[in-house]
């Protein structure tokens, strides 16, 4: 509908509008993953008994969901560079391998999930258990958003329109990844 | 718009993905010592490196304007802090006045028999 | 790229637009603030019947309210919960935050738009959305939540305690999405303020209530995050069983509290803040002055950002928090009135030796001064922890809130309609009648929360229905002081009539007003009444600071920010 006002096109803090919006949300998601996490951590920290409960979880299914979001952060950084040199195609191409890992990511963590409740181990089974999948819940929920507004990015940079996207989505999946290189040790290895 | 600095700035990205490989492959070894302090470093040191690199040659944080460095920090001083005056209620199960039955309820009876008699066991 | 040779207006100014277009999703920054302001506006109406409902009650116990009906005890504590919350979050945030920042920030800084119009529109999409779900809270089987706006669990996590499974998760899906509107929104303020100046217009040069504006988005966005964290735990031990805030099950409802109030407490001065901005403005233009110490005031806002997070368990103190904590609580929470005082003075400071006129803004904007410096003084003795172990849940804490919100939501809001009114609506508001209106606003104001001071003092606690089941508080005198509270809110209300009878009268046949009415001296003043979509044929550029009132070498008492040397 509306034309981008001129507005947006102003850059007085020396960073470009898109790239400056993106790292406000990053500060707003390390508050939120922050809050929840350290809630987690203190509760953690204060019940001994919960290394028992956190021995059931598999160190080598999220050292995988790890290594594949570790790749795909490289693929995303890669499309990054393809867009900066105008290559719109390989831009594209490089954000549907990100968006790949991202599936790739659910799909382990679905059968990861399917497996443990089936076993037992319930969002109400204990309250490591509830921290458990709230926190790679809400981190599963922000890998899906971000996978799709990959692909929405990527169908324009096929056509090479709004190259400088590729960089902005890429920002907030390196994010994701952070969050997960956090919640990896502090639900999978510390036992 | 400084599209064509930004060109420079890019550097062996696939370098840096082997290194966090590596990091990736030490921090599952490191518990497998059983040492308490080898698991910490290990899993947590690991943890800050890889976003150290991340944050570094990934996101390029250097090549943005300071404040976005101190926008960053900040927000993790504020939750370091959160963590400092939450803990004294949170992590204790007793206070000055008050305690936590169930928490001392369980942590006496895994102390004692090393399992986990306080927990709910998960239902087979 | 030469902004100030380039149009402003877009494609659609050459042609109609349907009334969808331009009034329901529209993507520009002043229609969207129109919608904020007529949302928080209605929503205003909502919350005051809610107090009018629970004010008749105390005043009155277990008469047939008119227009309502008989109170009951669990109605009371749904009503007093939902006024609060509806006044915070569907009231003074998007009257304050969203509807002046969008109305005022491109036009205060010259530029067409926000950033990014369409995550703008969301905003509030989302917004409507959240009132709508708040509203519909109030009327589900089980009726609305009413566990305080607070919300502490256990209380607020059982179906058992609350009494009210449906309207608690409701209400918590409100507040929810009212926060990521306003995250939305926030973004966008902070982005466009950040970048998109008009040419010339340096940190200093920024209007104090666009700087205000953007400071609490940045509160906002920092302090929410632990707070939305804490919600969805909430929602899950409401909703699916889990156990975060059960100590019985290895949860603390402490741990609740804590996030609540780290939000909490940075929220007031989220609110805080516009209304501080708006009143600058204010006085700048009406004492003809420049602003007394504009860094000063800048700095102090930053300062006052900074220390509001440290200062939140002062609300726990009797909580059975750790009591060095509340040691060192108290130490933050008294520093932090130095800061505001700070303002307080220089405002001061900014009106001696002025030229003052005192037209119905200027009127609000000395009546937030002098109210909000009330209700400052009695958080002295709530921040006193050992003081606070006494008046904690009393009135006194209620009344003291009160003397800051409404001065804030309520004065600073009235302000900032009057003064901007011109250019929203292109005619003027009649002076008279917002004469009128001001006084039996104010006035009212104070003899309704005047007398609470002296309830919480003599030992009133909150939430408590019916105050005949406590001997030593259902006395005569105290009844007396109940009843004229609520006969002052009766005055109040009804005074508000006024006001929206001048509102709406003279959006269609107010005097025309023209451009710049007030003789201001900021960007906004200098396009038409209303401005047309893209704010400016040629976007202004900037050469000097916002309030270069009484210039000696110049034969106006005023020089326009955009007027070249």
């Known amino acids: 509908m509306s034309a981008t006002p001129i507005a947006t096109g102003r850059s007085t803090s020396g960073i470009p509008t898109g790239r400056l919006a993106v790292w406000w949300v990053i500060a707003s998601e390390i508050v939120i993953f922050g809050g929840l996490l350290i809630s987690y951590i203190m509760h953690r920290l204060a019940h001994g008994n919960w290394a028992e409960q956190a021995a059931h979880t598999s160190t080598w299914v999220g050292a995988f969901n790890t290594l594949v979001l570790l790749s795909s952060s490289l693929s995303a950084v890669l499309g990054h560079k393809a867009a900066d040199a105008g290559d719109g195609k390989k831009a594209a191409k490089m954000l549907y391998i990100t968006a790949f890992g991202a599936l790739t990511f659910v799909c382990v963590k679905a059968a990861e999930w399917t497996f443990e409740i089936s076993h037992g181990y319930t969002i109400t089974s204990s309250t490591f258990w509830s921290f458990y999948y709230t926190a790679a819940g809400l981190h599963a929920l922000h890998v899906i958003a971000g996978a799709i507004i990959m692909l929405i990015v990527a169908q324009a940079a096929k056509r090479n329109q709004h190259l400088n996207r590729v960089e902005l989505i890429g920002l907030y999946w390196h994010f994701v990844d952070l969050v997960w290189i956090f919640l990896f040790p502090l639900l999978y290895i510390a036992k | 718009m400084s599209e064509e600095v930004h060109d420079t700035h890019h550097g062996n990205y696939v370098k840096i993905w082997a290194i966090l490989v590596v990091l990736l492959a030490v921090s599952v070894v490191g518990p497998m010592f059983e040492i308490r302090v080898v698991t910490l470093v290990t899993a947590f040191g690991v943890a800050i490196v890889k976003a150290y690199l991340v944050i570094k040659h990934f996101m390029h944080i250097n090549h943005t304007p300071r404040f976005i460095p101190y926008l960053v920090v900040t927000c993790l001083v504020f939750m370091l802090l959160f963590f400092a005056a939450v803990a004294p209620d949170v992590m204790n199960d007793t206070g000055s006045g008050w305690e936590k039955p169930a928490w001392v309820a369980e942590e006496k009876a895994w102390a004692a028999g090393g399992g986990s008699a306080g927990d709910q066991h998960p239902q087979p | 790229m030469a902004e100030a040779a380039v149009p402003a207006l877009h494609d659609e100014q050459h042609h109609e637009q349907s009334f969808g277009q331009k009034y329901l999703w529209s993507t520009d920054h002043k229609m969207i603030a129109m919608q904020y302001l007529f949302t928080g506006m ?36 749904a009503l007093v919960t939902n006024h609060g919350t509806i006044m915070i979050f569907w009231v003074a945030m998007p009257v304050l935050l969203a509807a002046f920042g969008n109305f005022l920030i491109p036009l205060m800084i010259g530029c067409d738009d926000m950033v990014f119009p369409k995550v703008n529109r969301l905003s509030y999409q989302i917004f409507l959305l959240s009132a709508v779900v708040i509203l519909g809270s109030l009327f589900v089987e089980g009726g609305g939540f009413a566990g305080a706006w607070t919300a502490y669990p256990p209380l607020s996590a059982k179906a058992e305690y609350s009494q009210t499974p449906l309207g608690s998760s409701l209400w918590l899906v409100a507040v929810a999405l009212e926060f990521v509107a306003f995250l939305l929104g926030g973004i966008n303020f902070i982005t466009t303020t950040m970048n998109s100046r008009a040419p010339g217009m340096k940190f200093y040069d920024i209007p104090m209530v666009v700087w205000m504006i953007v400071i609490a988005s940045v509160l906002f966005l920092v302090s929410v995050g632990p707070l939305i964290a804490g919600a969805m735990m909430l929602f899950m031990d409401q909703n699916v069983g889990t156990a975060f805030y059960d100590p019985d099950r290895g949860g603390d409802p402490i741990l609740w509290q804590h996030l609540f109030w780290f939000f909490g407490h940075p929220e007031v001065y989220v609110v805080m803040l516009p209304a501080v901005g708006i009143t600058a403005d204010v006085i700048c233009v009406f004492a003809r002055k420049k602003l007394f110490a504009y860094k000063t005031v800048l700095y102090t806002a930053f300062g006052t950002g900074v220390l509001s997070f440290t200062v939140w368990a002062h609300h726990q103190f009797i909580a059975g928090i750790d009591p060095r904590m509340a040691h060192i609580f108290t130490v933050t929470t008294l520093l932090i009135s130095i800061p505001i005082a700070e303002m307080i003075f220089v405002y001061i400071a900014t009106l001696y030796g002025g030229s003052i006129r005192l037209t119905t803004p200027m009127l609000w904007a000395l009546a937030f001064i002098a109210e909000f410096l009330i209700g400052g003084v009695t958080g002295i003795f709530l921040g006193a922890s050992g003081a606070d172990i006494y008046l904690h849940d009393t009135y006194f ?109 003279s959006m269609f046949k107010g005097k025309k007003a023209g451009k710049n009415p007030w003789n201001a001296t900021t960007l906004e003043w200098t396009t038409e009444s209303p401005p047309p979509h893209g704010n400016w044929a040629e976007l202004p550029t900037v050469y000097r600071g916002p309030y270069e009132y009484g210039n000696p070498d110049r034969e106006d008492d005023y020089w326009p920010q955009n007027e070249p040397v």
């Open chain 3, 42 to 77: 209605l929503m205003a109406l909502v919350g005051g019947f809610m107090a009018y409902a629970f004010r008749m009650q105390l005043a009155f116990p277990g008469m047939d309210v008119p227009f309502y009906g008989i109170v009951s005890a669990s109605e009371y504590n």
């Open chain 3, 397 to 505: 804490v209620l009344a003291h809130f009160h003397y800051m919100f409404y001065p804030i939501a309520i004065i600073g809001t009235f302000a900032g309609i009057a003064h901007w009114f011109p250019k929203m609506f292109g005619r003027m508001m009649n002076e008279t009648l917002g004469k009128i209106h001001f006084w039996l606003t104010v006035i009212p104001f104070n003899v309704i929360f005047i007398p609470l001071f002296i309830l919480g003092l003599a030992g009133q606690h909150r939430r408590i229905y019916d105050y005949t089941n406590f001997p030593e508080l259902a006395i005569q005198p105290l009844q007396d002081l109940r009843v004229l509270a609520t006969v002052a809110l009766l005055v109040m209300l009804g005074a508000q009539l006024i006001f929206l009878y001048n509102f709406f009268s």
